[in-house]
């Protein structure tokens, strides 16, 4: 694979940072891919797209997108001249002129999913506890304190703007979807990926595999980026 002749670059979710992609980074970089992973402020799906944009213009070549979970809705709607492939690791997917909430809260949610609720800034925080019972139910108890630790809440105004034209409506999308993920439950994955026409990948895992299983993320990617660089 002429990983040198692509860049990847890597979108957080809410309650996340950078730092949930570092295994996969490591995997991808120890082959001689570019990799960067973008920082989202999490503010607006408006500041969120323009943060993503940034982070795209310090890259070359053509680029790779991957989003996690909320970040499916941002990298939808970046820049597309350079994007050659989208990329959703059990991410939201809303089309145009939905809101990122309608995709989160189209199915009854699962049992063990937390009780989500803005606090007096208008930010939602994940409780503690759901990083072991929902975020990462697979993770080791270290792995799920260094989550909650770095945990950035995410604003009402990132899920309540319907959004934009989606760039997977142009752009070829690989979907990973998490049949153990009780953030986002696996039906509304398989409706987002059939709806988006997604190469589609079921894998046994939970909501953040980037953590819990980054060799499945690593070799969807690769698989990406195989098709831009024609190797």
Not at 49 to 57: G, K
Not at 69 to 78: D, E, F, H, M, T
Not at 130 to 153: I, K, M
Request: charged residues 20%.
């Amino acid at each position: 694979m002429a990983a040198k002749d692509a860049s990847v670059v890597l979108a957080h979710g809410a309650w996340a940072d950078g730092s949930s992609w570092a295994r996969v980074i490591t995997a991808l970089t120890a082959e001689g891919a570019k990799v960067s992973a973008a920082a989202l402020p999490l503010t607006s799906i408006a500041d969120d797209v323009a943060a993503l944009n940034r982070s795209l213009d310090r890259t070359e070549g053509p680029i790779v997108l991957a989003g996690h979970a909320y970040a499916g809705a941002v990298i939808a709607l970046a820049r597309p001249e350079r994007v050659k492939a989208l990329v959703y690791v059990t991410a939201l997917a809303p089309d145009e002129g939905e809101k990122v909430a309608d995709v989160f809260y189209r199915t009854k949610p699962h049992p063990r999913a937390p009780q989500l609720a803005p606090d007096s800034n208008g930010l939602i925080w994940l409780p503690e506890e759901a990083f072991a019972t929902a975020f990462a139910q697979n993770a080791s108890a270290d792995e799920r304190a260094l989550l909650a630790a770095v945990q950035r809440p995410i604003s009402l105004n990132c899920i309540s703007v319907p959004v934009g034209r989606p760039l997977w409506k142009i752009i070829p999308s690989w979907f990973l979807v998490a049949e153990d993920d009780r953030m986002i439950i696996p039906e509304t994955q398989r409706y987002m990926a059939e709806r988006m026409k997604a190469k589609t990948n079921v894998h046994a895992v939970d909501h953040t595999p980037s953590v819990t299983a980054p060799g499945v993320v690593v070799d969807i990617i690769r698989d990406a980026m195989r098709f831009v660089t024609g190797t």
